[in-house]
């Protein structure tokens, strides 16, 4: 039992990360140590989808659900069910890879947009 609640506070943080990575730039914009996290964040974002690595996070969520049930039956929360249809969704890695490319450049933009 503690250990499905603890993958589904993995998965949650998870999904509360990837949030973080896409507005992290509106709280970044405003305090450095912030700032320096997210694009710490994005880079290791970027370093991972091009690697075609997976997140720790995962390897984390994936070895408290075996903890849980070694036969692998998915018995997870409502609420972490979706939130991973979010964290894992169903894309060509070349698209992934394009979109954090995308995301990473655009959070450079408003990060050097700032400093003129």
């Known amino acids: 039992m503690i250990y499905s609640i ?7 943080v998870h999904f509360l990360w990837i949030i973080f990575l896409f507005i992290g730039v509106i709280w970044g914009r405003k305090y450095l140590g912030v700032r320096i996290f997210h694009i710490f964040g994005l880079a290791l974002a ?5 690697s ?3 997140c720790p996070l995962t390897y984390l969520e994936v070895y408290l659900r075996s903890m849980n049930n070694p036969a692998g039956v998915y018995t997870g929360s409502f609420l972490a069910q979706y ?8 894309l060509p890695h070349g698209l992934v890879v394009f979109f954090t490319v995308l995301l990473c450049g655009f959070n450079a933009f408003f990060y050097l947009r700032q400093g003129r």
Do not use: C, K, P
């Open 6 to 12: 603890l993958a589904d506070s993995v998965v949650m």
């Open 83 to 90: 939130a991973e249809e979010l964290i894992y969704i169903n």
């Open 52 to 54: 075609g690595w997976y």
């Open 46 to 50: 970027f370093v991972i989808q091009v």
